[in-house]
């Protein structure tokens, strides 16, 4: 099936004029941008000892969750205002005469929207995380190998002049090589299983926002469109995120101080390529156009 090509300059150009034609956006970003910056001195890895390695799996589980748990949770409030940002981002863009504040970012925060926003945003990450569960084991295996190679150095000082006829030897280069091959193994499949998903729900926090308006915001069917409407053009979002690369990098070399400025630009561009591939699913289906 041909899908029609979206034209991503002129997608980055319209985020561009419409962050110029108003310059208050950045009200609308300055939560998200905050958290932004506090979840960037949260280290969780800071907190996990190497030698949790030696201990039974779930332990090591139980202890990951633990050092993981409140970046997880900060994450996902991120999440949910960063949603509502674009909600009201939205909005402006239906509406001209809406005044920017940061009031308007927490309109998912009604008591009529958050339910809805919030087991939406939820199942999205629940399945996005099943599909992660190939890298997430490859990523075990291979902090597990590293830590096996470790133990073998510091108990053989004489490393790397070993005897390599040692019964000693030759099991550990066959458990670490086991391991090691492994983890690369299901670190590749896992990001080939997980990267098409990631991008094939990457459209459910700007459905989400226009069937709120709908009073049609069922999570499942969200989540099931966002995956209709991203067929041919998961590829495309990928190339956008490319070409976006280098303020993600900006961001981070700045520790998410620079997020107040490109937050709001970076959204937009991903609002705008939305209501682009909305408009193609919708004129191809029903050939209509959408009113944004």
């Not at 962050?19 to 939560?31: C, G, H, K, S, W």
């Not at 940002?85 to 009031?103: F, G, I, R």
Request: charged share 15%; proline share 5%.
């Amino acid at each position: 099936m041909n899908y029609p090509k979206i034209d991503l300059k002129t997608i980055r150009q319209e985020s561009k004029h419409f962050q110029a034609d108003t310059p208050r956006l950045f009200l609308l970003y300055i939560l998200p941008s905050m958290l932004v910056i506090l979840s960037g001195f949260l280290n969780p890895l800071s907190r996990i000892h190497v030698a949790v390695l030696e201990q039974p799996f779930f332990s090591i589980l139980g202890q990951i969750l633990q050092a993981y748990l409140f970046p997880l949770l900060v994450s996902f409030i991120g999440t949910i205002l960063l949603t509502s940002s674009v909600y009201a981002t939205l909005t402006l863009m239906k509406d001209s005469k809406t005044e920017p504040s940061v009031k308007n970012s927490l309109a998912l925060f009604d008591e009529e929207r958050f339910s809805q926003t919030f087991l939406t945003l939820l199942l999205k990450r629940f399945y996005l995380f099943l599909w992660s569960i190939p890298n997430l084991l490859g990523i075990y295996f291979l902090f597990y190998s590293s830590f096996l190679a470790k133990k073998f150095v510091t108990l053989h000082p004489e490393f790397p002049n070993l005897d390599l006829s040692s019964v000693e030897t030759e099991r550990f280069l066959m458990v670490f090589g086991l391991y090691f091959l492994a983890s690369l193994i299901l670190i590749i499949v896992g990001n080939i299983l997980y990267i098409p998903q990631y991008y094939a729900y990457s459209q459910v926090e700007f459905l989400l926002c226009y069937s709120l308006d709908l009073g049609q915001a069922s999570p499942r069917r969200i989540l099931k469109t966002s995956r209709s409407f991203m067929k041919g053009y998961k590829f495309q979002h990928f190339v956008l995120d490319l070409q976006l690369l280098p303020w993600y990098f900006l961001n981070w070399i700045t520790f998410g101080i620079a997020s107040f400025l490109l937050l709001p630009y970076i959204q937009c561009t991903k609002i705008s390529f939305y209501r682009a591939v909305l408009r193609a699913a919708l004129s191809k289906k029903y050939q209509l156009n959408y009113p944004w």
